[in-house]
């Protein structure tokens, strides 16, 4: 159990085009969602996390309007990159919880490249 | 804040027991978890301790003492797919909720 999926796996976007990341529970219904950014030979790092129903929270340096996070129900959370820039460039990855006591599910990831 | 403190380079030789080990600062704690991840792919769970304690899953076991703010991830009978990054990683109190941070990851390299 505890399945998250995400979607799409990789994206090459031009500069300047949006995108958009989805995360879906598959067998949970997840109040929180949290999504990450990792790039290359680093940890994972907390962006923000999201709440259904609710804004999402951001961590200190994350721009909420380049960010932008929509939690619209129990089992989906999107990711929108807007205007995105090469430095954007990064491997995404969103995760679920089942519980505050669970540990987090992950989603496969999504490798963004922007030329 | 939240912070951990893990190695950043382990080797070991198949069949061999490794220990990593993290240490951590949190406000408010929830629990600790270690996640494996593989290159190019995404973090995996491995294994969570709320309470103290030994919680063994396999050849992978993890400890955890919340009065010594510590934990550990021990990996036996190492085989060569084991060569990957391990990460912990805390659950704190935010703000009228909780969030999970992770360690820097520790590097293992497993050798023939």
């Known amino acids: 159990g505890a399945v998250v999926s995400q979607h799409p796996s990789w994206v090459i976007c031009k500069s300047g085009t949006s995108v958009k990341i989805e995360c879906r529970s598959l067998d949970f219904q997840a109040t929180t969602m949290f999504w990450y950014r990792q790039f290359p030979k680093q940890s994972l790092m907390l962006m923000a996390t999201s709440n259904e129903g609710s804004k999402a929270t951001y961590e200190q340096g994350v721009e909420k309007d380049k960010f932008l996070i929509n939690h619209a129900s129990l089992t989906l959370s999107t990711l929108t990159v807007t205007s995105a820039h090469p430095e954007d460039s990064s491997f995404y990855i969103c995760?679920?919880?089942?519980?505050?006591?669970?540990?987090?599910?992950f989603g496969n990831g999504t490798r963004l490249t922007v030329t | 804040g939240q912070s951990l403190e893990q190695p950043s380079e382990v080797t070991a030789v198949e069949g061999a027991i490794v220990q990593i080990n993290c240490t951590y600062q949190t406000s408010g704690f929830y629990g600790l978890s270690w996640y494996q991840q593989h290159d190019g792919g995404a973090p995996t769970f491995l294994s969570y301790?709320?309470?103290?304690g030994l919680e063994e899953t396999g050849r992978f076991s993890s400890f955890l003492s919340r009065s010594d703010s510590y934990g550990y991830l021990l990996l036996q009978e190492l085989q060569m797919k084991d060569s990957a990054s391990y990460f912990c990683?805390?659950?704190?109190?935010?703000?009228?909720?909780?969030?999970?941070?992770f360690g820097a990851g520790t590097r293992l390299f497993v050798k023939a």
């Open positions: 990683a805390v659950r704190g109190s935010l703000a009228g909720g909780f969030k999970t941070i």
């Open positions: 301790n709320a309470l103290d």
């Open positions: 995760s679920a919880l089942n519980g505050v006591y669970s540990p987090l599910h």
